[in-house]
């Protein structure tokens, strides 16, 4: 028995296994194509059978027609095999009024080298059509917040929470007041948000090619779990922009507002030979963190450079700029 205990408290050390506390009793991995969007091809197994299987039956694409059954073992010239991500399903996730949810949040990189990034302070939140059952992983509706699947759902607007299934993210920090008595969501939430995003955009920064005059948006979609945890689901090129609620219908207005203010003012952009007015908005962005630039080819470098963090308020980005924050990061990556 002391040895099992042990064991236990092994599993469960958020130090040495931070995935220990979500992964449940049920064993559910979500199986999704890399390069498709929208909740296309999504599916729940629990078998590791079910999974080869499923991989087996559904990994190739054809191009440009799709063949018959008969024909998946003729991969001709026109065929290309499709990419898969594999991971654990989170079994105990914040359920508000009994549905699952995820928050989509709006992250804009001005530059890759140094690394800036500019997190947009307002997100929202998207519910599943259905009521959460962990017991039944095939009714998608239960377990897929994406729009586009849970609009399909007969319950989408017949039963839906809030502007159809959607919440603001002050109607989530209101309830997490409500059924903690603390401020989570604008404190430890919204810190390990941004901790992801940054992590996550290092994380790939020595393969992403440095493009002067441009920027991307990308979409983050984050998990609380029953405990408040943040969890990152995945990350999203070419964000949907679309009016699909009176909630985004006003998000996506304002952000691409303050997205060409913000790419004019870093980028220099260009409007008619002038720089582009900015108007007066409510926040004051701050560089939270200034790095130097990463050394890509280290070994044309002339001397090292150690790493360097250090907080500052930076002029030319504390301007008014709506309400994306910006935060500048990098590393320096020389020989030792």
């Not at 990994?59 to 990419?83: A, H, N, R, W, Y």
């Not at 949810?101 to 307002?122: A, C, G, H, K």
């Not at 309830?175 to 290092?202: C, H, Q, W």
Request: hydrophobic residues 35%.
């Amino acid at each position: 028995e002391k040895q099992i205990n042990e064991l236990l408290a092994l599993l469960t050390n958020p130090t040495k296994f931070p995935q220990a506390r979500v992964e449940g009793e049920q064993n559910v991995w979500m199986i999704k194509p890399a390069g498709k969007s929208r909740g296309r091809k999504i599916q729940l197994f629990n078998t590791l059978h079910e999974i080869h299987e499923h991989i087996a039956t559904a990994s190739v694409e054809f191009l440009p027609s799709e063949p018959k059954d008969d024909d998946v073992e003729d991969m001709g010239p026109d065929s290309q095999l499709e990419t898969w991500v594999v991971q654990r399903y989170v079994e105990s996730p914040l359920t508000p009024h009994g549905r699952k949810m995820d928050i989509r949040q709006w992250v804009v990189v001005t530059n890759w080298e140094p690394l800036t990034v500019w997190f947009y302070r307002d997100c929202y939140v998207r519910f599943c059509a259905e009521d959460y059952d962990l017991k039944d992983i095939s009714n998608l509706y239960q377990h897929l917040s994406n729009n586009s699947i849970a609009a399909k759902s007969d319950a989408f607007e017949e039963d839906a929470i809030g502007e159809l299934n959607m919440w603001t993210w002050q109607q989530l920090a209101d309830y997490i007041i409500t059924e903690t008595g603390e401020d989570l969501f604008n404190g430890p939430i919204a810190k390990a948000m941004r901790s992801i995003v940054i992590s996550s955009l290092l994380s790939v920064q020595g393969v992403v090619k440095p493009r002067k005059n441009s920027f991307e948006v990308y979409g983050y979609d984050f998990l609380l779990d029953e405990n408040y945890g943040v969890w990152l689901l995945e990350v999203n090129s070419s964000p949907c922009l679309e009016h699909s609620t009176a909630i985004t219908a006003e998000l996506c207005k304002n952000m691409m507002e303050d997205l060409v203010k913000v790419a004019g003012r870093v980028e220099g952009l260009r409007h008619r030979g002038d720089p582009i007015p900015f108007r007066t908005h409510a926040c004051i962005t701050n560089l939270l963190l200034k790095g130097e630039p990463i050394c890509i080819h280290p070994v044309e470098a002339k001397k090292p450079h150690k790493q360097h963090h250090s907080h500052s308020q930076n002029t030319d980005h504390s301007e008014r700029a709506g309400k994306m924050i910006s935060v500048a990061h990098a590393l320096t990556l020389a020989p030792k």
